[in-house]
C-alpha cells in the first residue's frame, strides 16, 4: 500500500500542540500536505517545518478559530500555498475547568466559541471549497469522552463537546451528497500539555481506571483521525470513535 493521502492537503487546527501537532506529522508521513493552524503562531510554525522535513508543503497559520475573519483568511490563505483543502481537522481547543457554582460566563463563552462555533466556523469555510470543487472530502472533528459521561467540573468543555457530536451528524447529512464525510472522534485521557496541566496523581487515578491500564498517547489518536481521513473510511460518516483505552464503556 502507498501513501494513504498523496495529494492531498489537510488544514489541521491546534496543529501547534499535542493531539493536532501530531496529527499534521502523521499526515504528511502519509503524503499529506498540511495547513497548519494555530493560535500561537511560534508553535504552527515549528510544526510546519516538521512537515515540511518529512518533505512535504506546509503553511503556518495563526488564528484564533472562533473568529470568523480569521478563519477566513487562513483558508485563503491555504488555497494560495497549498491549493483546495481536501481534509479538514478540527482540533483546536482549551480547557476553562470549574463546577457550575464557579463557572464565570466569561469561561462558559470562551469554551463553546473555541471548541464548538471554531468547528462550525472551520467547516462552513472549508466545506464550502470541497463543496464547489466536487471531489469530496473528510471532516475529522476531535470531540472528547466528557461529552458522553458528563465530566465533573466540565460543564462548559462537556457541553461544546456534546454540541460537536450533533454538529458532526448534520455535517455529514448536509454534505452526503457532495461526497464529503465528516465523523468525530472521542479521546480519553491522552498525554499533551493540555493534560499535564492535570497534575501527575490525576493522571496515575485515571490510567488505573482504564483497562488498558495507562494514559493515551496523541500518536494513537492521529492514527484514527489518519483512518477517518483516509479512503480506507470511505462508508463511514455521522460516526463517533471512542479512542480511550476501554475507559467508561
Ligand atoms: P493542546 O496540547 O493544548 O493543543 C491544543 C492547541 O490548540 C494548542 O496549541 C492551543 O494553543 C490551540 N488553541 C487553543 N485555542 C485556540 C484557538 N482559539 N484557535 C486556534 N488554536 C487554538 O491540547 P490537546 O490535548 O492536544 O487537545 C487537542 C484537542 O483534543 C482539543 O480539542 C481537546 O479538547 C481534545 N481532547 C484532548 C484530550 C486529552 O486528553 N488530551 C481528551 C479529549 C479531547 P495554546 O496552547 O496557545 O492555547
Redesign the pocket.
Known amino acids: 500500500m502507498g501513501p494513504m493521502l498523496a495529494g492531498r492537503v489537510a488544514f489541521v487546527?491546534?496543529a501547534?500542540?499535542?493531539?493536532?501537532r501530531s496529527t499534521a506529522i502523521r499526515y504528511a508521513e502519509e503524503g499529506a500536505d498540511v495547513a497548519v493552524?494555530?493560535?500561537?503562531g511560534a508553535?504552527a510554525a515549528d510544526t510546519a517545518a516538521a512537515v515540511e522535513a518529512l518533505g512535504r508543503s506546509a503553511v503556518a497559520l495563526r488564528?484564533?478559530?472562533?473568529r470568523a475573519a480569521e478563519v477566513e483568511g487562513a483558508v485563503r490563505q491555504t488555497l494560495a500555498a497549498l491549493g483546495p483543502v481536501d481534509i479538514l481537522v478540527n482540533?483546536?481547543?482549551?480547557l476553562r475547568d470549574a463546577t457550575i457554582r464557579n463557572l464565570s460566563e466569561a469561561d462558559w463563552d470562551l469554551v463553546l466559541d473555541?471548541?464548538l462555533k471554531?468547528t462550525f466556523l472551520c467547516t462552513k469555510a472549508v466545506a464550502a471549497g470541497m463543496r464547489e470543487r466536487g471531489r469530496g472530502g473528510a471532516i475529522v472533528n476531535?470531540s472528547?469522552?466528557?461529552a458522553k459521561i458528563g465530566n465533573f467540573g466540565q460543564a462548559n468543555y462537556a457541553s461544546a463537546k456534546a454540541g460537536i457530536v450533533a454538529l458532526t451528524k448534520v455535517t455529514a447529512r448536509e454534505y452526503a451528497k457532495y461526497g464529503v464525510r465528516a465523523n468525530a472522534i472521542q479521546?480519553?485521557?491522552?498525554e499533551?500539555?493540555?493534560?499535564r496541566a492535570l497534575g501527575e496523581e490525576r493522571l496515575a487515578r485515571n490510567a488505573a481506571e482504564t483497562p488498558l491500564g495507562r494514559l493515551g498517547r496523541?500518536e494513537e489518536v492521529a492514527a484514527v483521525a489518519l483512518f477517518l481521513a483516509s479512503d480506507l473510511s470511505s462508508f463511514v460518516t455521522g460516526a463517533v470513535i471512542e479512542v480511550t483505552g476501554g475507559r467508561y464503556l
Open positions: 487546527t491546534g501547534g500542540s499535542g493531539i493536532g493552524l494555530d493560535v500561537n508553535a488564528a484564533d478559530v472562533s482540533n483546536a481547543g482549551l473555541v471548541h471554531g476531535i472528547s469522552i466528557s479521546p480519553g485521557m491522552i499533551t500539555p493540555m493534560t496523541p
